[in-house]
């Protein structure tokens, strides 16, 4: 079999899954965001051959930045070619996603000890499968031309509820809900935290869209965050949303928490038109701005107290205080 050359620029993934459907749906899912996957459809096909020095790690493609391995093989275990990879010099640093359609916790615990950072099930949604590759090998080459894109489709879809609030004219609102590592800078697992971050993120788009009205949009903004588009929502009525989804959240918060090594935490924050801005890209602005601003809160408090610990602490050593 020839050898699969990745285009140049992508990154490249190797694909082990015999179901032809499933090999369909995950080119269909990766290429366009400029990922490059080649699939084998059996172990035979995966691996090409055997080297002089007896190892069996010659692959059909070239220099893979992920694997994925399906959990049932026509002929051979997914463990076996777990262990063969992870035994190679050339592929063991090389991250192994599997695609199961269940999975016990003693197969778990045994693929990980021998390596596999990920597991999937089967049938898997574009949004998950997504974020989960891009936890495990980082951003893709496109990732900004990705970013970029959501966020005009976020700007045009506020815009055309902007422009329809202006002609009613009736109220309009928004809110960005953004996961975070409060240790992100020294975080001892950041690709841990990652992920649980990116499913609980999607886990809660799911949640939001259950909870809200047909007329209220949710737009994904990248893999930790997203933003609710809210028409006919006034700034009194969005506390009222905003209290439902932090009460919609916190079960996640708590259930990811577990997973994650450092403390995750969810940030809800807003903005009206046309009480804090009358177009889409101000509306945006001034919602992260009050996300920027309760971060600092803490810090800014802080710095208070110690001022005001500083200033007692003078005024009792002064001359006044003595004398009195």
């Given at each position: 079999?020839r050898?699969?050359?990745?285009?140049?620029?992508?990154?490249?993934?190797?694909?082990?899954?015999?179901?032809?459907?499933?090999?369909?749906?995950?080119?269909?899912?990766?290429?366009?965001?400029?990922?490059?996957?080649?699939?084998?459809?059996?172990?035979?096909?995966?691996?090409?051959?055997?080297?002089?020095?007896?190892?069996?790690?010659d692959?059909?493609?070239?220099?893979?930045?992920?694997f994925?391995?399906?959990?049932?093989?026509?002929?051979?275990?997914?463990?076996?070619?777990?262990?063969?990879?992870?035994?190679?010099?050339?592929?063991r640093?090389?991250?192994?996603m599997?695609?199961?359609?269940?999975?016990?916790?003693?197969?778990?615990?045994?693929?990980?000890?021998?390596?596999?950072?990920d597991?999937?099930?089967?049938?898997?949604?574009?949004?998950?499968f997504?974020?989960r590759?891009?936890?495990?090998?980082?951003?893709?080459?496109?990732?900004?031309?990705?970013?970029?894109a959501?966020?005009?489709?976020?700007?045009?879809?506020?815009?055309?509820?902007?422009?329809?609030?202006?002609?009613?004219?009736?109220?309009?609102?928004?809110?960005?809900?953004?996961?975070?590592?409060?240790?992100?800078?020294?975080?001892?697992?950041?690709?841990?935290?990652?992920?649980?971050?990116?499913?609980?993120?999607?886990?809660?788009?799911?949640?939001?869209?259950?909870?809200?009205?047909?007329?209220?949009?949710?737009?994904?903004?990248?893999?930790?965050?997203?933003?609710?588009?809210?028409?006919?929502?006034?700034?009194?009525?969005?506390?009222?949303?905003?209290?439902?989804?932090?009460?919609?959240?916190?079960p996640?918060?708590?259930?990811?928490?577990?997973?994650?090594?450092?403390?995750?935490?969810?940030?809800?924050t807003?903005?009206?038109?046309?009480?804090?801005?009358?177009?889409?890209?101000?509306?945006?602005?001034?919602?992260?701005?009050?996300?920027?601003?309760?971060?600092?809160?803490?810090?800014?408090?802080?710095?208070e107290?110690?001022?005001?610990?500083?200033?007692?602490?003078?005024?009792?050593?002064?001359?006044?205080?003595?004398?009195?």
């Amino acid at each position: 079999m020839r050898q699969h050359n990745p285009k140049r620029g992508m990154l490249q993934i190797a694909v082990l899954e015999p179901t032809p459907p499933i090999r369909l749906k995950i080119k269909q899912i990766l290429e366009p965001r400029s990922y490059n996957v080649a699939a084998a459809g059996c172990v035979k096909e995966f691996f090409l051959s055997t080297n002089p020095n007896g190892n069996n790690d010659d692959l059909f493609v070239r220099d893979p930045s992920l694997f994925i391995i399906g959990g049932r093989l026509p002929d051979g275990q997914p463990l076996d070619v777990v262990r063969r990879l992870k035994e190679s010099e050339r592929w063991r640093d090389v991250p192994i996603m599997m695609v199961c359609h269940e999975v016990s916790r003693p197969l778990v615990l045994q693929a990980m000890g021998m390596g596999v950072e990920d597991f999937i099930l089967k049938p898997f949604s574009e949004a998950d499968f997504t974020a989960r590759v891009m936890d495990l090998i980082g951003p893709l080459v496109s990732t900004e031309d990705d970013m970029a894109a959501m966020g005009q489709d976020l700007l045009g879809i506020l815009g055309r509820e902007v422009s329809r609030a202006k002609r009613t004219p009736s109220p309009l609102s928004i809110l960005i809900v953004d996961a975070a590592c409060k240790s992100d800078d020294a975080c001892p697992e950041p690709n841990i935290c990652s992920h649980s971050r990116a499913s609980l993120i999607h886990e809660a788009i799911s949640a939001a869209c259950g909870s809200l009205r047909d007329i209220d949009t949710v737009v994904p903004l990248g893999c930790h965050a997203f933003t609710t588009v809210l028409p006919l929502t006034p700034p009194e009525n969005l506390t009222i949303v905003q209290a439902r989804l932090e009460h919609i959240i916190q079960p996640l918060i708590e259930k990811h928490q577990s997973t994650a090594q450092e403390t995750i935490s969810v940030e809800i924050t807003g903005a009206s038109f046309p009480e804090d801005a009358e177009d889409a890209q101000g509306l945006l602005e001034r919602a992260r701005q009050r996300s920027q601003e309760e971060g600092d809160m803490p810090e800014q408090k802080a710095a208070e107290e110690e001022t005001e610990k500083t200033e007692e602490s003078s005024d009792d050593s002064s001359p006044v205080s003595k004398a009195a």
